[in-house]
């Protein structure tokens, strides 16, 4: 299978015991577990994207099991095939000995006969660090399921957000330095990427940098474009903006090549989140690359703030191409590296 045509040599082949609530709900209680303050605290052991459920018996063998599987064991958005959210490891309430307790992530499920709802919690670094420990309770299966898949966006999203923590402060550490070097330059912003990138290619207002790999790609994008006040919303609008950048820029070995989001039945295969990330509002864009006439594509991310000073949108995206391989761990790891930007001063 032919790579993406790129400009890169072979261009053509492509705090302890913090707590946290949701919702009102107070977890401290609920947790049922005292949180260390001692300086010391045991390293967590798992690996990313590894996640311990400890649910009652009941649960587990009632439709809320059932709940709890879609939810945990669900695709990953924007990937062209399943992938779980998490490697689910279960346990019943009886067996979680010690050796789990210092798991990365754990989520409790259980029922309450005291609790007059449902209600969810999660405390940090209990008996390890980093580690988070997630608690969703209620009085009684019907109500738990409900409330379960009402907020399955929210529960994923805590000890995804966690991990993709992690891998931003690893970046932060062991990063690409020319990438960073030419990102201060262009945009006045900074950004942490793997330090595996291989070669960099830059224009106006834009910059790709790529691992340049037949299998496992890593690529990082940057552009600008003016702000202007449409629909921010319309999943079209933002689409447009990229494929416009993108044909400019991301050009085939044949005329009528170029990188472009994948559409279907005129409607890109994407989706969008308005979200707010670290304190700042972002615009966070999902779905498929594909190189038109090329037969290759693969899942993308992107991340757009709204630049007021000068009047523009700054987006970063990550994308990847692995034909062979399943893409969940490399997408996060690029999307981790999203979470570096940081203005500077020039």
């Known amino acids: 299978m032919k790579r993406i045509r790129n400009y890169f040599g072979r261009i053509g082949r492509f705090g302890v015991a913090l707590v946290v609530v949701f919702g ?56 062209p095939q399943h992938e779980p959210m998490f490697k689910l490891l279960r346990v019943f309430p009886e067996n979680y000995v010690q050796m789990y307790v210092t798991m990365r992530n754990t989520l409790f499920v259980r029922l309450n006969s005291e609790t007059p709802r449902p209600r969810m919690g999660v405390a940090y670094n209990v008996q390890a660090r980093p580690q988070i420990y997630v608690t969703v309770e209620g009085p009684d299966l019907k109500s738990l399921g409900a409330f379960l898949w009402e907020n399955r966006q929210k529960l994923t999203d805590l000890f995804v957000e966690e991990e993709l923590q992690l891998e931003a402060n690893r970046l932060r550490k062991k990063y690409h330095r020319k990438v960073d070097q030419d990102v201060r330059a262009l945009f006045g912003y900074s950004v ?32 600008t474009f003016p702000y202007d006040s449409r629909e921010l919303l319309d999943k079209t609008y933002w689409v447009c903006k990229r494929d416009s950048v993108l044909k400019r820029n991301i050009p085939g070995s044949e005329p009528d090549q170029w990188m472009t989001t994948t559409w279907e039945e005129n409607m890109p295969i994407v989706e969008l989140r308005e979200r707010n990330l670290d304190g700042q509002h972002v615009w966070e864009l999902r779905g498929l690359w594909e190189l038109r006439h090329g037969g290759i594509g693969g899942p993308f991310v992107s991340l757009a703030r709204l630049d007021s000073v000068k009047g523009r949108f700054v987006v970063c995206e990550g994308f990847v191409y692995s034909p062979r391989t399943n893409k969940r761990n490399l997408m996060r790891r690029m999307e981790a590296a999203l979470r570096t930007l940081e203005r500077v001063e020039r």
């Open 192 to 223: 942490k990427v793997p330090e595996e990138i291989r070669a960099t290619k830059k224009a106006e207002n834009f910059l790709w940098a790529s691992t340049n790999l037949n299998d496992k790609d890593l690529n990082f994008v940057m552009y």
């Open 24 to 79: 009102g709900f107070l977890l401290c209680s609920s947790c049922g577990r005292k949180q260390k303050t001692d300086d010391f605290i045991a390293p967590s052991k798992g690996i990313p994207y590894e996640l311990l459920l400890v649910v009652d018996k009941p649960v587990w063998e009632s439709a809320v099991g059932d709940t709890l599987q879609a939810i945990l064991k669900g695709s990953v958005p924007g990937l």
